[in-house]
């Protein structure tokens, strides 16, 4: 089995505890209007590997992992190959690989076949970064294109199971900058109990604009520039960031 795969990173900081394997998959259902990554959406621009080959190269810097690191799925979307995405953590998991996955949960559903190999990749998964984009269902469809019913169906699910996960939150103003949803974020995510051990405010950023104009795409939010650090703060105060465990600046 062979997986699309956009790029990869192999000394990542960010996405997950400790220093990460970052491997980055093609293709996602979403078109944030923030999105640096628009070259996986439908691209024909992608790496075909083997779960096998992802392996060996991750191994070569398992020596700077430390006892937290390990490597990271993310993307676009992982969880839309989660065929060869099962595969790879069984066999990470096997090597003693430590496993997280960065995920909008936008491929979810608690029903049928995939929700079977969901619940199965879920005995071979460390940890998950659930992006809950906007809170607000209008607002989040006008953010991603779709609703974030299934975001938050697969919350309740690892609810249910006890699923450690980190929450981000990309913070755009006039997008999902609203200090009503955030409170109604902190309130949500409280609902979820001792499963969520870090909530992450992650500033916008124009970094990946370029891409946009690459691919010949309009770029949806020009004219809005990051929030302010004032903003930020203020969210992080509103998300009570600073008080779930394994908290940095």
């Known amino acids: 089995m062979?997986?699309?795969?956009?790029?990869?990173?192999?000394?990542?900081?960010?996405?997950?505890?400790?220093?990460?394997?970052?491997?980055?998959?093609?293709?996602?259902?979403?078109?944030?209007?923030?999105?640096?990554?628009?070259?996986?959406?439908?691209?024909?621009?992608?790496?075909?590997?083997?779960?096998?080959?992802?392996?060996?190269?991750?191994?070569?810097?398992?020596?700077?992992?430390?006892k937290d690191g390990g490597i990271t799925v993310s993307g676009g979307e992982p969880l839309m190959q989660i065929d060869f995405l099962l595969e790879l953590f069984k066999k990470a998991k096997a090597k003693g690989i430590g496993t997280c996955i960065d995920t909008s949960g936008a491929s979810f559903t608690n029903q049928g076949e995939y929700f079977e190999k969901f619940k199965e990749l879920m005995d071979y998964t460390d940890l998950l970064l659930v992006d809950i984009k906007e809170i607000n269902d209008a607002r989040h469809q006008v953010i991603t294109g779709q609703s974030n019913k299934n975001v938050l169906d697969m919350l309740a699910y690892l609810k249910n199971i006890h699923k450690d996960v980190w929450i981000r939150h990309v913070l755009v103003p006039e997008r999902s900058d609203y200090d009503e949803d955030l409170k109604e974020l902190d309130a949500y995510i409280n609902s979820l109990g001792d499963i969520v051990k870090r909530v992450q405010v992650l500033p916008y950023h124009t970094m990946g604009r370029y891409k946009w104009q690459e691919l010949n795409l309009e770029y949806p939010l020009e004219g809005i520039d990051p929030p302010t650090k004032e903003r930020v703060d203020h969210a992080n105060e509103v998300l009570h960031t600073s008080s779930y465990r394994g908290y940095t600046e």
Do not use: M
């Not at 959406?41 to 398992?62: I, M, P, T, V």
């Open 2 to 66: 062979k997986g699309k795969i956009h790029s990869i990173e192999s000394f990542g900081a960010a996405d997950g505890p400790g220093i990460r394997f970052v491997i980055f998959f093609h293709g996602c259902p979403f078109r944030c209007q923030f999105c640096h990554n628009p070259d996986t959406w439908g691209s024909k621009k992608f790496d075909e590997k083997s779960a096998d080959e992802l392996l060996n190269q991750a191994l070569r810097y398992k020596t700077y992992w430390g």
